[in-house]
């Protein structure tokens, strides 16, 4: 396993500088945030090869196929918009060889299960199918139920199983992030069983049941570690990609150099 740094971690930062600090801190991969990306890819890509870094999970402007009610995230409401938003990123991202670009379900936002299925079903196929042109994987992130008409209404391991089941996008792959699958009921079970479906992972920690920010993995209540080491013994071996949403009060408050050292020492602790 190698170490990485998703950038919405030090969202203050500019892309320019999440390279510097992340590659001086330690860092073997970043995970990019296409809203920090500079419109010079190929710049871009010469100064992650300058610092020696590789990309872990990229999320992409648009990141779900239904609209979020994540207040700066929520994005344009015409699914189709969405849709077509994300299959751009997806060709964009190619550029920077990615672990995978990332998707998420979004929310209900007022229509039937049956209904918000079936978009996107529909959406991940011809996602995927994007992908699968330009040899990017995408990872299909399901999301805590805690943050069901938030962020996803495709809450565990075996709900995403079955979406991704009818989309039949070989492409699309499983996301796994500790903070949302930490209690998922057969996530152990399914780790073992599934290991080699999963694209990319999201390390971070829940601080408390009564906060909705996130910590270092290792600091919380999410058991990351017997995960991370549920993932090795699986054979899972990608980056761990530390991905912290805070408060400026809390961890985004940091200075870049600051947060990137605290965040590494967190990964290499997860190491196996």
């Known amino acids: 396993m190698i ?15 999440d390279v510097e600090a992340y590659a001086a801190a330690g860092f073997d991969a970043i995970g990019l945030w296409e809203f920090k990306l500079p419109e010079d890819d190929a710049a871009n890509i010469a100064l992650l090869d300058e610092h020696g870094l590789g990309v872990a999970v990229c999320i992409p402007t648009v990141p779900s196929v239904l609209p979020l009610a994540i207040p700066g995230m929520e994005g344009p409401d015409d699914v189709e918009e969405r849709i077509r938003s994300l299959e751009a990123s997806v060709r964009r991202f190619a550029a920077y060889d990615p672990a995978c670009v990332a998707c998420l379900s979004g929310p209900l936002g007022g229509r039937a299960e049956d209904e918000g299925t079936a978009i996107v079903v529909e959406a991940l196929s011809r996602v995927g199918a994007a992908a699968a042109m330009v040899g990017v994987r995408v990872g299909f992130e399901p999301i805590h139920s ?113 947060a990137a050292r605290q965040a590494h020492a967190a990964a290499v602790a997860l190491l196996p």
């Open 3 to 17: 170490t990485s740094l998703s950038e919405i971690s030090t969202i203050g930062a500019t892309f320019a500088e």
């Open 146 to 258: 805690a943050q069901l008409d938030e962020a996803g209404f495709v809450t565990t391991l075996a709900h995403a199983d079955a979406v991704l089941a009818e989309a039949d996008a070989p492409a699309v792959g499983i996301l796994f992030d500790t903070y949302h699958l930490w209690d998922d009921p057969d996530v152990l079970g399914w780790i073992a069983a599934n290991a080699d479906r999963i694209v990319g992972v999201h390390v971070a920690d829940w601080p408390s049941p009564d906060r909705g920010d996130r910590v270092l993995p290792g600091e919380g209540i999410c058991r990351v570690r017997e995960l991370v080491a549920a993932l090795a013994a699986a054979g899972w071996d990608g980056a761990l990609d530390v991905e912290i949403f805070s408060t400026p009060e809390r961890f985004w408050g940091l200075p870049v150099d600051e």
